[in-house]
C-alpha cells in the first residue's frame, strides 16, 4: 500500500524518482526486503505544520525536540525488535518450505531412483546449517528435523541419527519435557532401524520417564513411544517383553480413546504378530479378529490394512489346521491387494511378501512363488536397486524354491538378498543374519556342508553383536548351526547346540513354546544317533506335552515327532527286543497323521 501511496503522493520531492526505482521497492516486496516506501515520518509532518503555523508552533519548539530525542530511543530499539522478528520469521518460512519440500522424501517417492545427488545436497545442508543459522535455534532444530526424517527416509540411518541428535542438543537447551522425548525418540528409531536396537532401548526409557502421564499431544507421544520400545525389544529377542509393553499400550490407547477407535485397531494389528510370536496363538488370533472388525467400520473395504488383518488371521487358521476358511480369507486379501490404486506403493509390494508367506505356510508352494516373484518385479520397479525390500523379495522367492527343491535358483536368490543386505547395513546389520543362516539351509541341502556351517556361524556371531549372547533373538541361529552340524554327520556337536538353543528358548519364551518342539526333536535325534536313547524318550516325551498343550494340532511338527519316536524305538529294539511293540505303536499313530497330511494336500486350491 505504501508503494502506491508514494507514487501518488501530492509532494512531488516524496514520489519515486523514475519507473527503474519503483521496480527496484517493488522486487524488495517480493523477496521480503524493507522498501523504501514509508508513512510520512514525525519530522515530515512536523515540518508541514510548521510552515502553516511558524508562530503558534515555535513556542513549542523546545518541547518537541526534548520529547523527540527520548521518541528517538524508543524507534530504535522498536526498530531492531521488529527486525529481529521478520528475520526469525523469515527463517521459519525457509525452514517450512524445506519441511514442505523434503519431509514427503521415503521409498515410496524415491521409487527406484538415483539418491546420490539428493544425499549430497541433504550433506552440503547439514554442514552449513550451524553457520547459516546459528543465532535462531528454533530454526536450526527444525531443520534439522526435516534433514533427519529425510535421510531416514533413504535408509541413511546413521546420518538420520545425527541429525536428531542435533535437534536434540538444542531441544535439551530449551527444557522442554515433551520437546526432548519427542527427539530421543526419533533418535531411538533411527539407532533401532540401524539395527542397533540395544542402544535404542535406554534413549526409550529416558523419553518414557519425561511424559509419566500425558493428555493430548504428550498422550500421542507417549503411545508412539511404547509401540518403538516395544518393537526394540521384539528385535532384541525379548519376545515375551515386548507382548507385555504392547499390551500395556492396548490398555492405555482403549482407556483414553474407546475400545472401537482407529488408533486400538492399529495397535491390535501390530501386536497380534507379537503374541503369536510369545506362543500366545489364541490371543494372537482374537486380536486380528478385533482389528479386522474396527478397520472395517473405520476404513474403505478395500482398504490394504483389512488385507493385512486376513492374511495374519489366515496364518492363524492354517496353524490351526482350518485350511479352507484360511485360504478363503487368502483370496479376499489377494482380491484387495490387486484393486491398490498403486500397486508400486511400498506396503502393497510388502504385502504380496505376506501373501507368499501365508501360502507357503499353507503348503501351496506355486502360489507361494508366483506371488514372491510379483512381489520382487514390482519392488525392482519401485525401489532402487539395493534398497531393503528389494533384498526382502530376493529372500522371500529363495525361501519358496528351496521348499520346491530348486536349490541353485534358491541360492542365487539368497546371494543376491545378502548382497543387498550386506551393501545397505553391512555384513553383521540387520537382515543379514536371516539370508546368511537361509543361504546355509540351501548349501546344506546342497550337500556343501563346511560352507553352511561357515555361514551359520557368521550368523550367529552377528546375531549376538546386536543382542547379546543368551537371547531368544540368537535361537535361529542356533537351530540352523545345528541342523548343519547333524547334517555332516557330527551329532555330538549338534547336540550342544541343540542343549543350548533349548536352555535360550526356556529362559526366554518359557517351558510351554511351540518354537521349542523343534530343538527338542532335533536334540533326540541326535540322542538317538548317540545311542542315548533313555534321554531321547524323555525329550519326545517333553515334545509331546508342549503340543498336547497347544489344543489343536499342528500337523508337520507332530509328524516330526512321530517319525522321531519311530526311529527311536527301532533303534532301541534292536538291543532291547522288549521295545518292539512299541515301534508298532508309533508307526500306527504316524501313518494316520501322513493320511491326514494326504488329504490336506488334495484340498489344495
Known sequence: DWIVMRCLDKDRTRRYDTAVSIAHDLRRYLQDEPVEARPP???YRLGKMVRRHRLITAAAAALVIGAGVAAWQAVRATRAESAARAEAEKSGRVAGFLHATLGEIGPGVLRGRDTSLLKEMLDRAAKRLPAELGGLPEAQRDLYHTLGWSYYGMSEYANAEAMFQAALGIARQRGVPGEIADKLNQVAMAVLDGGDPVRSEPLLREALALVPTAAGETLALRHDLLRVLASAQQKRGQIREAAATGRDLLASQRAQLGRESLPVGRTLSIFASYEADAGNLALSEAMYGEALRIFRAHLDANNIRIAEMLVGLARC???????VEAESMLRDAEGILRRQPDPQATWSVVHYGYLARAWWLRGDYDRAERLAREQLALAEKAFSPHHAFVGQSHLMLAIVLQKRGQREEAEAASRKALAIFEQTYGRKGRHAPNSLEQLARILKDLGRNPEAETLCREALAARRATVGANNAGVLSSLVAL??????????????????????????????RHPALTRSLVALAENLIKLGGFPEAETTLAEAERIETALGYVRLEPQRDWHRAQVRLYTAWAAGDPARAPRVAEWQQKLDALDAAAARTAERKP
Open 41 to 43: 515520518s514525525a519530522f
Open 482 to 511: 545345528a541342523e548343519v552340524q547333524a547334517a555332516r554327520g557330527d551329532d555330538a556337536a549338534a547336540a550342544i547346540t541343540n542343549r543350548e538353543s533349548l536352555a535360550i528358548g526356556r529362559e526366554h519364551l518359557g517351558n
Open 317 to 323: 487358521r492354517i496353524e490351526h489346521g482350518i485350511f
